[in-house]
C-alpha cells in the first residue's frame, strides 16, 4: 500500500485544515531559524524583531533588555528605604486605630493583644545629589542612589508569599498565567537564537519561601518562552549534556530525522507544541556551546571580581549571578532574572537583614556601575524589589536588641535603574507611620505596565486567546506610570 493513499479521500475538512496550518512552516522556520526568516533585523519604524509573535514593537522601544533583582520574601522597606522617624519616636507604642484602619492582617500578627510600633535601629542619610534616604544596611547602593529611581508607593492585594510572587510574576494571585519573562519572549522573540530569551538565575542554598518554577513558567503559552534555569556545577542546564557515546554529529543527525518526523506529525495534527518542542531542541543543540562559555567567568578580570565583592568568585552565590546576568545582556538575552531568598523576617529582623543587605548590596551596586561604564545601561533596564512590604509594628515581642516584622502589601518600595527611568528620582510617599500610601499610589499591573511600556509593548495589545479568552500580563487592570520616565 502506497505511504500516500490515506491522502487519496481528500475531504472539505481536510481541505480546510491543512490550508489554515500553513503557518505552520512559517512558525517552525521562524523559530528553529529566526535570524535567517526575519532577515538582518535591520528596521524603519519600529524595530523589526526576530520571531517575535508581535512581529515589530508598538512604538520605539527605551529598553532593549531587562535585569529583574528579585528579593523573594519581602525586603522591610522601613529599615531599607523608607525613612520615618516617627517610629523611633512612638517605638513600643500600640499602632493607632486611625492608622491601621481595620486592614487585613496575617494570621500571624492579627491575634496579638497589641501591634507595637518598631522604629528602625538602623541609620539613616540622605546621599548623592538627589537626597535619597538609605539606610546604613547599604553602603554600596548608597553611591549609585543618583542612577536610581524610588517609587515608594508600591502596593499589592495577597498578603501572603506565594500568591503574592504569583501576583508579581504573572499578573494573577492564581497559578497557571505566563510569567512576565515569558510574554517578552512571546511578544519580541529573540536577539541571539544560541541563547534563551528568558534566563532565570536563584542563588543557591539559599532558604525561607520557597521557589516553584512557575514563576518563571510559561502557563498557556507555547512551551519555548518558559524560563530557563541556569545553575552552579558541572550541568549549569539539566539534561543539556550529550549521554555517553553521542558526539555533536551524531546528535545533529538525530536532530534533523526527528525534525522530518515531526513535521510530517504537525502537517496531520495541527498541534502548536509540536514546533515548540521542535524549537527547544535545536536551542537545546545550541546551546551546548554558548552555555559553557557563558558560564566561564576565568576571563573575567580581578578588577571585576573585587567591585562585585569576595562572594562573585563562589559560583551560585547572589553575587557570581550578578556577574553571570552582565554576560547575558551582553549576548542579547532579552530578559534575566535573579532569585534570592531570605527576606522573610518575621523575628530576628536586625541580625537577619544585615545578612542579606551583605550578600545582596554590593553586587547589586556594582551591577549598575558595570552596565554604566560599558555604555550598556543606556538600553538596559535594572530592577529591584520584593513581593510586598513589611509592618511598622512588631510581629511577637518588641525588645531592645530584637524584633520582626509582619507582611504588609499596603505600601513597599521598589527601585529601578537604567533604559527609559529618570534617574535621581524618588516617585510616591507614605504616611509618616509609613503604613498607608498618600501620594501616587502605584499598583502591581502599573509596574508590569510600565515594563512592557519601556519594551515597546502596548500591554493591552499584547495578548493570547486561551480557552476562548484573550488573556494579558495585566489582566484588565493596569496604568503606565509616566512620572517616572525619562
Not at 562573585?312 to 550578578?322: E, I, V, Y
Request: hydrophobic share 35%; glycine share 10%; with cysteine.
Amino acid at each position: 500500500m502506497c505511504t500516500h493513499d490515506h491522502k487519496k479521500n481528500y475531504t472539505r475538512r481536510d481541505f480546510l485544515t491543512k490550508t489554515s496550518l500553513g503557518m505552520g512552516a512559517l512558525s517552525m522556520a521562524s523559530m528553529l531559524d529566526p535570524m535567517g526568516l526575519f532577515g538582518n533585523g535591520k528596521n524603519t519604524a519600529a524595530p523589526l524583531l526576530n520571531g517575535g509573535a508581535l512581529g515589530q514593537t508598538h512604538f520605539p522601544a527605551k529598553v532593549k533588555r531587562v535585569i529583574y533583582l528579585f528579593q523573594s520574601g519581602a525586603p522591610s522597606q522601613l529599615d531599607l528605604f523608607d525613612y520615618k522617624p516617627l517610629l523611633n519616636r512612638m517605638n513600643g507604642q500600640d499602632l493607632p486605630e486611625s492608622v491601621q484602619q481595620g486592614q487585613r492582617l496575617t494570621g500571624m500578627s492579627a491575634g496579638q493583644a497589641s501591634l507595637p510600633i518598631a522604629g528602625s535601629v538602623f541609620d539613616f542619610k540622605q546621599h548623592g545629589d538627589s537626597g535619597a534616604w538609605m539606610s546604613d544596611l547599604m553602603p554600596h547602593t548608597s553611591k549609585i542612589v543618583d542612577e536610581l529611581c524610588f517609587i515608594k508607593s508600591m502596593y499589592t492585594e495577597a498578603i501572603n508569599h506565594d500568591p503574592a510572587v504569583t501576583f508579581f510574576q504573572t499578573g494573577s494571585q492564581l497559578p497557571g498565567r505566563p510569567s512576565i519573562g515569558s510574554w517578552v519572549s512571546y511578544g519580541l522573540g529573540t536577539d541571539n537564537k544560541n541563547l534563551p530569551e528568558f534566563v532565570v538565575l536563584v542563588t543557591k542554598d539559599k532558604f525561607g519561601q520557597p521557589l516553584y518554577s512557575r514563576s518563571w513558567g510559561n502557563g498557556f503559552l507555547p512551551s519555548q518562552h518558559q524560563g530557563v534555569q541556569f545553575r552552579s556545577g558541572k550541568d549549569p542546564v539539566l539534561y543539556l549534556t550529550n549521554p555517553p557515546g553521542i558526539d555533536g554529529t551524531s546528535r545533529r543527525e538525530q536532530l534533523d530525522h526527528l525534525q522530518r518526523l515531526e513535521k510530517l506529525n504537525h502537517d496531520d495534527l495541527g498541534d502548536p507544541e509540536i514546533l515548540a518542542r521542535m524549537a527547544q531542541y535545536e536551542m537545546a543543540f545550541r546551546m551546548q556551546t554558548s552555555v559553557p562559555e557563558i558560564m566561564d567567568t576565568k576571563d573575567e578580570s580581578d578588577h571585576i571580581y573585587e567591585m562585585y565583592g569576595p562572594d562573585s568568585k563562589k559560583p551560585g552565590t547572589f553575587a557570581a549571578n550578578c556577574i553571570l546576568a552582565r554576560r547575558l545582556a551582553e549576548r542579547d538575552v532579552k530578559f534575566i532574572q535573579l532569585y534570592h531568598q531570605g527576606w522573610d523576617q518575621h523575628g530576628n529582623l536586625p541580625k537577619a537583614i544585615k545578612v542579606q543587605c551583605k550578600e545582596t548590596d554590593q553586587a547589586t551596586a556594582a551591577l549598575i556601575t558595570d552596565l554604566k561604564q560599558r555604555g550598556m545601561l543606556e538600553d538596559t533596564l535594572v530592577i529591584w524589589g520584593g513581593e510586598f512590604g513589611r509592618t511598622n509594628y512588631s510581629q511577637g515581642q518588641l525588645t531592645p536588641e530584637s524584633f520582626g516584622r509582619d507582611h504588609h502589601p499596603k505600601c513597599f518600595t521598589i527601585f529601578m535603574a537604567g533604559a527609559g527611568i529618570k534617574k535621581g528620582f524618588t516617585f510616591g510617599a507614605t504616611d509618616d507611620f509609613g503604613y498607608n500610601v498618600v501620594q501616587n499610589p502605584v499598583h502591581v499591573h502599573d509596574f508590569q505596565a510600565t515594563l512592557m511600556h519601556l519594551l515597546g509593548v502596548d500591554h493591552e495589545r499584547l495578548t493570547f486567546k486561551f480557552q476562548g479568552r484573550r488573556y494579558r500580563l495585566t489582566d484588565v487592570h493596569g496604568e503606565v506610570v509616566k512620572e517616572i520616565l525619562a
